[in-house]
């Protein structure tokens, strides 16, 4: 895979990450400072490193579940793999700007 290509792919990924919701919150997971990492290896291997905002969230498989299959979905993405964290932990601060806004935190 190309150094373009890889960057193609992980735009891709990061705008199918803005179209996953928590249904608590009208923010996607991407604004809301979800997601510590993308990883895409050369062979379009996919590991997500993600937080909840609460480590105790009612709806953490739905919002895993709703990702990965979206994430599945991407073009040269062969495998994904998510793995949930809580170090560090998720503060209002990982926040976008446009997610504070729409959250009235601004």
């Known amino acids: 895979m190309t150094p373009e290509e890889k960057l193609r792919i992980e735009e891709k990924v ?55 299959y979206k994430l599945e979905s991407v073009d040269g993405v062969k495998s994904v793999a998510i793995n949930l964290v809580f170090e560090p932990e998720w503060t209002k601060d990982m926040m976008t700007e446009e997610a504070k806004l729409e959250l009235g935190f601004l």
């Open 14 to 68: 990061v705008d199918m990450l803005k179209m996953v919701f928590d249904p608590e919150i009208p923010v996607d997971i991407y604004s809301l400072g979800l997601i510590y990492k993308i990883d895409l290896d050369d062979e379009g291997n996919l590991a997500i490193d993600m937080t909840m905002t609460a480590p105790n969230c009612p709806m953490a498989d739905f919002i895993i579940d709703d990702a990965r």
